[in-house]
C-alpha cells in the first residue's frame, strides 16, 4: 500500500496551494516573482526555508486569531518527498524538504477537523479567480474524525533537534520558476486549442456581442415612452429606432447563416425523441396538415413546444422572438410592455449565452487531444517541441520565441513586460534575422512591432506578415495585460490560432496567473484534465498516477484498480532537412479509459447535507417528484431541475411543515446545483 506523509500548514494558504498546485517553504514566496507573494506559518511548520512532513499527522491549534483559520494537512505519497532529509522521533517520521513540492488532485488529498472547515475552504475558492482544478480538490478534503489515519498530538519537543537549512536554495527557487512558465506554456496551449471552435462559431459570438449592444441603445430610445403617456418621438429617435431594429435583424440574420452548421436542431430533435420519429416520419408530419389547407401537424407541435418549453428554441429563435417584442412595444408603447421587453432581453441573454456554451462544450467532449507536442528539457532554459500543423520555418521562430521568452522568469506583471519589450524583440529579431532567406522582412516586422507598441498613434498592422508565429506573439505584446481582451482582439481581427497566442501568454506569465475562466474549457473535456495532470507530474519527476492509491490508504472499501492515462514520452528525430531540431512529444494515444463517476444522486446531496435527515427527506421526495411528473410531455435535464426547485420552495413555503427549518435560498441553489452536476455525469455517461 502506498504510504502517505502529511505536511501541516494554514488554511489561510488553500487557495495560495490551489493556484500553484504546489506549497513552498515561506521564503520562496516572496522572491519567486509570481502567485501569492506570501504564505501563513504553523508551529508544526515554522521554517522559512525548508518544509516538514510528518508520517502522522501532527494535530495542533492556532491560537489567539481573529481571522478564520484552521489547521489543514496536505497528504502527499512518500514517494515524492523521500529523497530528502529524514529524522526520527520514536516511531513518528519526519521529511525536512528545502523545496517546493507538488501535488495533483489524482495522488494528493487534504485533511481538516470538521465539516464546517471543509465548508469554508470549498466556499473560499468560489471567490478565487487563480485557485485551479477546485472542483477535483474539494472531492479530495477529508475530515480526520473518518479516516483511518494514524496522528500524534503535536508539541515542540519533535522538533527540537531539527533544524532549518542555513542558506536559501536559490538553484531550487529557478526550478520552481521554471516549472511555472512551463506548466504555464502548456497549459496555455491546452486552452487555446480547444476554444478553437469553428469560425463560424465564432463570428456568431461576435454577432451576437453586437447584437445585445444594439438591443439595449434601443431601450434606451423606447425608454422616452414612460407610464402609459406616449408622445410622438422626435424624427432622429424615429430614424434611430428604425436603424437599430434593422440593424437586429441583419445581425440575426447573420447569426442564422453561420449557426445553420453547427446548432444541433434541438427543437426537431425533441420532437423526434419524444414520439420516436425518424427522418421520413418527420416529413411526413411536416407535409400533412391539421386541416386542408391550414397550420401543418409538425408547426402544431412546433408552436406547442415553443410555448412550453423555450429552452428548445434555437439561438436564432430567440433572438427573432427579442425583434417581435420590440416591434410590438413600438406599435403599442407601455411601461408595463417596456418592462417586459427588459426582463425577456435578460432572460433569452442567458439562454443564448447558454446554448453558445452549450456547443463550445460539446465541440470539447468530441474533440479527442491525444497528443501534447512538448518536451521541457529538465527544468533548463530551452523546450523542444515540434507542431505538425506549421512548417519548418515557423517551428523555429517559435523556438526562437518560447526559448527567449522562458529565461525572463522573474516576469510576471504587464509592466514587467513593457519594460523588457524591447530586450525581448531585439533578441528574437536578430536570431529571426538568421533562420530563412527573408528574415530580414520579419526582422523588420518586429521593429515596427515595438514602434506601434510604444508609440501612440503610430499605425500597426499585426497581419503585415504571413508567419503565424510572429502575428501570435504581436497579438500577445499588444493586448498582454487581460487574456480575455487578448482574445476578443485575436476574434475582431480575424485570427483563430489561439493556442499560439495562449501559449506565449502563459510561458510570460505563468501558470500560477492563469485563472479558472480561462481553463474551464480544459475541464469540459474529457481526457484533457488527466492528460495535463500527468503531464504536470512528469515535470516534477512523478508519472503513472492513480487515483486508487488514496482509496486505499484511507481504507476505502470495493476498490478496483482503475490506473489513470500513461505518459509515453516519444521523441524520434523530424524528417526534412538537417536544420529541423528534434522532434518531442508527449503522446497519449494509448491512453484510452474513460473514468466515470458512479455517484448516485443520493449519495452526492448526502454527503453535503448528512447532518440533516429531514432536509435530505424533502429533497429527495423533491428529486422523484421532478423525476416522475406525469403533467410534462418532455422531461428533460432542464424540466426536471426546475420541478425539483419549485417543489423544494413549495415544501419551504409551508408553513405546517418544519422539515424544511433553517433551509434557505443558499441551501436551495446548493442542492440544485448538485442535482445539475449529476444530471450532467449522468447524460455524458
Aim: aromatic share 12%.
Amino acid at each position: 500500500m502506498e504510504s502517505y506523509f502529511f505536511i501541516p500548514t494554514n488554511s489561510l494558504n488553500f487557495n495560495n496551494i490551489l493556484a500553484s498546485e504546489s506549497i513552498s517553504p515561506r521564503a520562496f514566496y516572496e522572491k519567486r516573482g509570481f502567485g501569492f507573494k506570501r504564505s501563513e506559518s504553523v508551529e508544526a511548520n515554522p521554517f522559512l526555508n525548508s518544509l516538514l512532513a510528518y508520517s502522522k499527522i501532527p494535530e495542533f491549534e492556532i491560537y489567539g486569531t481573529e481571522r478564520e483559520e484552521f489547521p489543514l494537512y496536505i497528504g502527499i505519497p512518500k514517494k515524492y518527498i523521500e529523497e530528502n532529509s529524514v529524522f526520527k522521533f520514536g516511531d513518528l517520521v519526519l521529511y525536512r524538504i528545502p523545496k517546493v513540492v507538488y501535488i495533483n488532485w489524482i495522488e494528493c488529498f487534504f485533511v481538516v477537523n470538521t465539516l464546517e472547515e471543509r465548508k469554508k475552504l470549498i466556499a473560499g475558492t468560489k471567490r478565487s479567480l487563480e485557485v485551479k482544478n477546485s472542483n477535483e480538490y474539494q472531492n479530495r478534503i477529508y475530515l480526520l474524525g473518518e479516516t483511518q489515519i494514524d496522528k500524534i498530538k503535536w508539541s515542540e519537543s519533535i522538533i527540537n533537534n531539527i533544524q532549518d537549512i542555513s542558506t536559501f536554495p536559490y538553484d531550487e527557487l529557478e526550478r520552481e520558476r521554471n516549472n511555472n512558465r512551463i506548466k504555464g506554456l502548456v497549459y496555455g496551449y491546452a486552452a487555446g486549442w480547444i476554444r478553437e471552435t469553428s469560425p463560424e462559431l465564432i463570428e456568431s459570438k461576435n454577432y451576437f456581442r453586437e447584437f445585445i449592444n444594439t438591443f439595449s441603445v434601443l431601450i434606451n430610445e423606447f425608454s422616452q415612452f414612460s407610464h402609459g403617456k406616449i408622445n410622438k418621438l422626435p424624427h432622429d429617435s424615429e430614424r434611430n429606432i428604425q436603424r437599430e431594429i434593422n440593424e437586429l435583424r441583419g445581425l440575426q440574420q447573420k447569426i442564422k447563416t453561420l449557426l445553420s452548421t453547427i446548432e444541433n436542431n434541438s427543437l426537431e430533435n425533441e420532437i423526434s425523441e419524444s414520439f420516436s420519429l425518424n427522418d421520413v416520419e418527420i416529413q411526413f408530419i411536416k407535409e400533412h396538415s391539421y386541416k386542408e389547407g391550414g397550420i401543418s401537424l409538425y408547426q402544431l407541435v412546433e408552436n406547442f413546444l415553443k410555448t412550453k418549453h423555450p429552452e428548445v428554441l434555437s439561438i436564432s429563435d430567440l433572438l427573432d422572438i427579442l425583434n417581435s417584442f420590440a416591434t410590438e412595444f413600438l406599435n403599442q408603447p407601455s411601461q408595463y410592455k417596456l418592462n417586459q421587453l427588459k426582463e425577456r432581453l435578460n432572460t433569452d441573454k442567458t439562454m443564448i449565452q447558454k446554448k453558445f456554451n452549450e456547443i463550445e462544450n460539446q465541440h470539447a467532449r468530441e474533440n479527442v487531444y491525444d497528443e501534447i507536442p512538448f518536451k521541457a528539457s529538465d527544468f533548463q532554459e530551452s523546450l523542444e517541441f515540434n507542431f505538425s500543423d506549421l512548417n519548418k520555418i515557423e517551428n523555429d521562430y517559435l523556438n526562437v520565441i518560447l526559448c527567449e521568452l522562458i529565461q525572463y522568469v522573474e516576469i510576471s506583471s504587464s509592466d514587467e513586460i513593457s519594460q523588457n519589450l524591447k530586450s525581448i524583440l531585439t533578441k528574437i529579431g536578430k536570431t529571426v534575422k538568421t533562420i530563412e532567406n527573408h528574415g530580414e522582412d520579419d526582422h523588420r516586422y518586429l521593429q515596427n512591432l515595438y514602434k506601434g507598441i510604444t508609440t501612440v498613434g503610430l499605425p500597426f498592422k499585426i497581419s503585415e506578415t504571413d508567419k503565424i508565429s510572429l502575428q501570435a506573439l504581436a497579438f500577445v505584446l499588444s493586448r498582454h495585460s487581460d487574456i480575455e481582451k487578448l482574445h476578443d482582439y485575436m476574434v475582431k481581427n480575424k485570427f483563430f490560432n489561439f493556442r499560439y497566442a495562449y501559449m506565449i501568454w502563459g510561458i510570460l506569465y505563468g501558470y500560477a496567473n492563469l485563472s479558472k475562466v480561462q481553463l474551464a474549457p480544459i475541464a469540459a473535456n474529457l481526457d484533457l484534465p488527466t492528460t495535463l495532470a500527468e503531464f504536470s507530474a512528469s515535470l516534477s519527476g512523478q508519472s503513472s498516477l492513480s487515483s486508487v492509491k488514496i482509496d486505499k490508504y484511507l481504507n476505502s472499501e470495493d476498490v478496483s484498480e482503475r490506473p489513470l492515462k500513461t505518459v509515453n514520452w516519444d521523441y524520434s528525430d523530424t524528417p526534412g532537412s538537417e536544420k529541423q531540431k528534434a522532434q518531442s512529444q508527449i503522446s497519449f494515444k494509448d491512453a484510452k479509459e474513460e473514468i466515470k463517476s458512479e455517484n448516485s444522486f443520493e449519495s452526492l446531496i448526502q454527503s453535503e447535507f448528512q447532518d440533516h435527515p429531514d432536509w435530505l427527506d424533502v429533497i429527495m421526495e423533491s428529486y422523484e417528484k421532478a423525476s416522475n411528473d406525469n403533467t410534462v410531455i418532455f422531461v428533460d435535464n432542464d424540466t426536471i431541475v426546475s420541478n425539483f426547485q419549485n417543489h423544494l420552495l413549495k415544501e419551504k413555503s409551508n408553513k405546517a411543515s418544519e422539515r424544511l427549518k433553517g433551509f434557505g435560498n443558499k441551501k436551495i441553489e446548493a442542492a440544485t446545483k448538485t442535482l445539475e452536476i449529476f444530471l450532467s455525469r449522468k447524460t455524458d455517461s
